[in-house]
């Protein structure tokens, strides 16, 4: 990413928290977090990351509510950015967290199964 593109995506990324978070009414926006903005090299998508911390079965509840809610968003953005073009928004599910916290339990049952094979000895 250009200097440019990555000081567009964390603007995107501060405003749309501060959006989220107190200018949104939807209950099925209620808890969730950026984690992230990619912005092709022309700034004309980004791909937006967001999780409900800790409450993946809410991911389909979620994405419907940011589905129904870009319009309001981007339109929100485009005031606050000031952008000669504001890009189209693409909300993806974030699932690296999930995914980490699958990988240290698998880390944990290996520990654990190491001490009980030294125990044996």
């Known amino acids: 990413m250009t200097i440019k593109s990555e000081r567009v ?4 990324l501060n405003h749309l928290s501060e959006l989220l978070l107190m200018e949104t009414r939807d209950p099925r ?3 969730i977090t950026v984690t992230d903005v990619q912005l092709d090299r022309e700034i004309e998508h980004a ?3 967001v999780n409900a ?3 993946e079965e809410r991911r389909g509840e979620v994405m419907q509510g940011l589905d129904k809610a870009t319009g309001f968003l ?3 953005l485009a005031q606050r950015l ?3 073009r504001m890009p189209e928004l693409h909300f993806h599910w974030d699932s690296t967290l999930a995914y980490g916290a699958h990988i ?3 880390l944990e049952s290996l520990r654990d199964e190491e001490e009980g094979l030294d125990d044996d000895e």
Do not use: D
């Open 9 to 12: 995506a964390e603007l995107i």
């Open 29 to 31: 926006l209620a808890g």
């Open 47 to 49: 791909n937006i990351f």
């Open 53 to 55: 911390l800790g409450e």
């Open 74 to 76: 981007r339109r929100e």
């Open 82 to 84: 000031r952008l000669r």
């Open 104 to 106: 240290e339990e698998l």
